[in-house]
C-alpha cells in the first residue's frame, strides 16, 4: 500500500496542498539530515510504543523521529503538519506542510554549506526536490547568506512560522514584553501547541504575575496531547500545584482534578468520567492520553478508546489504532 492510499482512503485525509502525492515519491530519500522510511510497511514497522497514536512516522532526522501530525483537528482542517519527536515529552511542529518541513531541510543544508561544510549530495537533493515540488522550488543562492540554524527563520517567510520557531524565537529573545508577543502570535497560529502555553506560564510565573500564570497553565491543560517539547511536564505540574493552592479560584473543575491525580486509580476514574456523562470527544481525548501515558496499547483502556472511536463514527482514527495493534 501506498503512504497516500493510506492517508487518502483509510484516514480521509484531504489535503490542501500536493503533499499526499508527494508523500510516495520522497520514500528511501535523504534530504540533509532527514531520511524517509522506504514505503507504508516501513513507517508502520517504526511504530514505537512511546508514540501517541496521533504521530504516524515518515522518517527520521537527526536521532528524531518525524512524522504527520494527525490529531482530530488536523484531520477536520486538512492539515498536513510535520511533527518531530524524540520522545512523548519532546514533540513539536516543525513543518506547516511537507513542502515546508523539505524546504527547511534543504535550507539547513545550504546553511552547512554556508558554515564550509562540503556536502556534495546538496544539489542531488534539490533536484529531486524540485522534480517533485515544481523546477522553482528550492533555488539555492537566493535565500541570503545564512547559516544551518537560521534555516527555520528563512523557510518561515515562505511557508510561514512554525510552532518550533515561535518557541525559539522566544527563547532566545532578551525583551521580556517581545517575549509575550512572541508566545502569543504562536498561540494565535497553533493553539493546540502546548509549549508555547508552558512558555508563557512558567515566564508569568517567574514574574510573580499568578493570575496570568494560572490562566496559561489551564489552557495549555486544553491541549490535546500533554508533550511541551523541552518542558520538564513534572516540574511544570508541581508549578501547577503551587498555582492551584494560590489561585484556587482561576482554576475550573477539569484541570483542578487533573493535578490533584495522586495514583493511577485516580487517572483511571478521572478519564472515565467523560464517557459516563455522554461526553463522548473529551473522553476519548482523555483515553487517548491515558494510553499515551501508559505507553501501551494493549490494554482495556485501550478496547474503550476503539469503543468510543466506533460510536463516533471515527473509521480514521480506529485505521491508526489497527496500525498498533499490527505493530
Not at 517504526?46 to 518525524?66: T, V
Request: hydrophobic share 40%; charged share 25%.
Amino acid at each position: 500500500m501506498y503512504i497516500s492510499e493510506f492517508l487518502r482512503n483509510q484516514i480521509c485525509l484531504e489535503s490542501d496542498s500536493d503533499d499526499l502525492q508527494a508523500i510516495d515519491q520522497l520514500g528511501g530519500e535523504e534530504f540533509g539530515n532527514a531520511i524517509f522510511y522506504s514505503d507504508f510497511e516501513d513507517c508502520v514497522a517504526h511504530i514505537q510504543p512511546w508514540m501517541p497514536i496521533y504521530f504516524f512516522p515518515i522518517g527520521s532526522e537527526s536521532g528524531f523521529e518525524i512524522g504527520i501530525h494527525l490529531r482530530p483537528s488536523d484531520i477536520a482542517s486538512r492539515r498536513f503538519a510535520i511533527i518531530r519527536a524524540l520522545d512523548e515529552g519532546a514533540m513539536i511542529e516543525v513543518g506547516l506542510s511537507l513542502r515546508h518541513y523539505i524546504f527547511r531541510c534543504l535550507a539547513t543544508y545550504e546553511g552547512y554549506i554556508n558554515e564550509g561544510d562540503p556536502l556534495p549530495s546538496f544539489e542531488a537533493s534539490v533536484s529531486l526536490a524540485n522534480r517533485i515540488f515544481g523546477k522553482d522550488f528550492y533555488q539555492p543562492g537566493s535565500y541570503g547568506n545564512f547559516i544551518g540554524e537560521e534555516a527555520d527563520e528563512v523557510a518561515s517567510k515562505i511557508f510561514g512560522k512554525s510552532p518550533f520557531l515561535y518557541h525559539e524565537t522566544a527563547l532566545f529573545e532578551d525583551d521580556i514584553q517581545k517575549k509575550f508577543e512572541i508566545l502569543q502570535e504562536g498561540i494565535t497560529a497553533e493553539p493546540g501547541c502546548m509549549v508555547l502555553y508552558t512558555d508563557a506560564a512558567k515566564l508569568y510565573y517567574k514574574l510573580e504575575d499568578y493570575a496570568r500564570a494560572a490562566q496559561m497553565l489551564v489552557n495549555s491543560l486544553k491541549c490535546f496531547h500533554h508533550t511541551a517539547y523541552s518542558t520538564d511536564l513534572e516540574d511544570y505540574y508541581a508549578m501547577s500545584r503551587s498555582l492551584l493552592q494560590l489561585l484556587p479560584e482561576a482554576f475550573p473543575e477539569e484541570a483542578r482534578s487533573f493535578l490533584n491525580i495522586i495514583d493511577d486509580k485516580e487517572r483511571v476514574l478521572f478519564t472515565g468520567q467523560p464517557y459516563k456523562d455522554g461526553q463522548l470527544v473529551e473522553g476519548a481525548k482523555r483515553l487517548c492520553d491515558l494510553c499515551h501515558y501508559l505507553g501501551n496499547y494493549n490494554n482495556i483502556s485501550f478496547t474503550a478508546l476503539k469503543k468510543i472511536y466506533s460510536e463516533l463514527g471515527w473509521n480514521w482514527a480506529l485505521a491508526l489504532c489497527d496500525l498498533r495493534s499490527s505493530s
